[in-house]
């Protein structure tokens, strides 16, 4: 089996990463960063979306692991103390995986008529500082919408857990074929009218947003930020690709959210 260690350069992630490299040599895995098998991040749930971009051009030939040195992540199934359990899983492994949606993005500039298309695992955002973003939001080719405001995400179900969660988006379960639509502050009056509330899609629909002319947006896509080029418009769908996670064992979804979120435990 080919496996790379991704580790961020915190020093413990680097400890814990040359540790893992070295047990996994020892134990006679192959390691490499070209063209490896699996993917372990070393880090938090930002590694592993670095690590996603990384190899998000061969996802069909990996699958990741993410070892957490904090808290347990949303993408990270192990924590840091526990790279020898993770070393006898890889010997024993028999290809079990767990795929979840990604998210494809294309955007068509204004200025060149250029497209670029890019996969995200946690959200795509379009937004405004300077002034009110305005945007037609179309659902498949029916015109839904004239949003004001400062901006909005579309995200995945495993992203709706991070910035889409944070302006008042829901969690959904990462089984779900699906992505949502969340606004970020958008202005509601007398003239100006948005739905107000995030919106679920299923996979065999497509959003369309065409934003004014001018240049001065900033879009995210996980953890990238574009600036400053005219967009004439930006289409979401689910993506073909999926990411795949190695999984050798399984932390229920919802314990995991209330892990992360909630935390204490106080029956009534
Ligand atoms: P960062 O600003 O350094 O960290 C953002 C935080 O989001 C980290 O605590 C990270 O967890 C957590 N996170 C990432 N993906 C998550 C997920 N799917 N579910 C729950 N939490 C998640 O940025 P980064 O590490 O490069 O990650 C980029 C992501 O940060 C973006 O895709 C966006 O979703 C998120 N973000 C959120 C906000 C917000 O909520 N206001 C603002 C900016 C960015 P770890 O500590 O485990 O890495």
């Not at 490299?21 to 670095?50: H, R, W, Y």
């Amino acid at each position: 089996m080919r496996i790379t260690v991704y580790s961020n350069d915190g020093s413990s992630s680097r400890q814990v990463a040359d540790k893992l490299t070295n047990k996994l040599i020892n134990n006679g895995f192959t390691m490499d960063a070209q063209t490896p098998e699996v993917v372990i991040s070393v880090g938090g749930d930002g590694t592993l979306l670095s690590a996603f971009h990384r190899y998000a051009d061969a996802l069909d030939q990996i699958r990741f692991i993410g070892v957490h040195t904090g808290h347990l992540g949303f993408y990270t199934d192990w924590r840091d103390f526990e790279v020898d359990d993770l070393v006898v899983a890889l010997q024993e492994d028999l290809g079990q995986s767990i795929s979840y949606p990604l998210l494809e993005v294309k955007i068509t500039y204004a200025d060149t008529n250029e497209v670029q298309h890019f996969l995200a695992l946690n959200e795509v955002t379009l937004r405004r500082y300077a002034a009110t973003l305005r945007t037609d939001v179309y659902i498949k080719e029916n015109f839904f919408e004239s949003f004001r405001g400062d901006g909005l995400c579309v995200s995945t179900p495993t992203g709706s857990t991070a910035y889409g969660k944070s302006i008042g988006g829901a969690v959904l379960h990462p089984r779900l074929e699906a992505m949502q639509l969340t606004e970020i502050a958008s202005i509601n009056n007398r003239v100006y009218r948005t739905l107000a509330a995030p919106i679920v899609l299923p996979s065999d629909e497509w959003l369309l947003l065409r934003p004014s002319r001018t240049s001065d947006y900033v879009v995210t896509i996980d953890q990238f930020t574009f600036k400053d080029r005219p967009i004439e418009s930006m289409q979401f769908k689910i993506a073909k690709e999926r990411i795949q996670f190695a999984r050798y064992r399984h932390t229920h979804f919802w314990d995991r959210v209330e892990d992360a979120f909630i935390g204490s435990k106080h029956e009534i």
